[in-house]
């Protein structure tokens, strides 16, 4: 959270494999403006801030002329970062959400907890390795890096689904619907949602 007490946050990592720019707005439009160098990651991208009504702008450069790996993986860890500074103490929010995803013949369930306790169950099946360039189990490592960031329990799992594209728009937009609304601000919730009183 920012000085002005908005729910926003910058998150800048430069390694000597990625060089990430990342501003996020947790109560936005849903506008993008996604630049990994990595066009599937992009597109997956978009539609969670599109879906999850944050404004994302996120400007990378990796080395992917090894694979897209670093890359994916190192973008999952700066939107986790961003999630967990735009929060801040996590006070007033909902802290829970969860979403059935359909896209044609698939559909994902989606749940998570903004707990302070980074957990992925992952049960999402896919037939296809690739989809264009994009290997397709750099999907698990992506959330695998967002969950442990943001401090967030995720459990993804596909219920019904055929098409790798299918499947993973499903995962991307259903994670933006879910964390859309464990984000979201809850008259009911004062300071954090735990009879412990802390997360």
Do not use: W
């Amino acid at each position: 959270m920012d000085q002005q007490g908005t729910r926003t946050s910058t998150i800048e990592r430069k390694t000597g494999e990625t060089d990430i720019h990342l501003i996020l707005d947790l109560d936005g439009e849903g506008k993008a403006a996604i630049d990994t160098g990595v066009p599937f990651l992009d597109h997956m991208l978009t539609l969670f801030a599109v879906h999850g009504f944050f404004d994302l702008a996120i400007s990378a450069k990796g080395d992917i002329e090894v694979d897209d790996h670093h890359t994916v993986e190192d973008v999952g860890i700066c939107l986790g970062q961003a999630f967990g500074r735009a929060l801040g103490g996590k006070g007033g929010i909902n802290r829970y959400g969860s979403c059935h995803m359909p896209m044609d013949e698939t559909l994902v369930r989606v749940v998570a907890d903004i707990s302070n306790r980074p957990f992925l169950q992952y049960n999402v099946s896919l037939t296809d390795q690739k989809i264009g360039s994009f290997d397709t189990g750099l999907g698990k490592e992506f959330l695998r890096a967002f969950s442990l960031h943001a401090g967030v329990t995720l459990h993804v799992d596909m219920l019904h689904g055929e098409n790798g594209h299918h499947i993973l728009e499903a995962v991307f937009k259903g994670l933006g619907r879910t964390m859309h609304e464990a984000c979201a601000l809850s008259e009911h919730v004062s300071g954090v949602l735990s009879s412990k009183g802390l997360l």
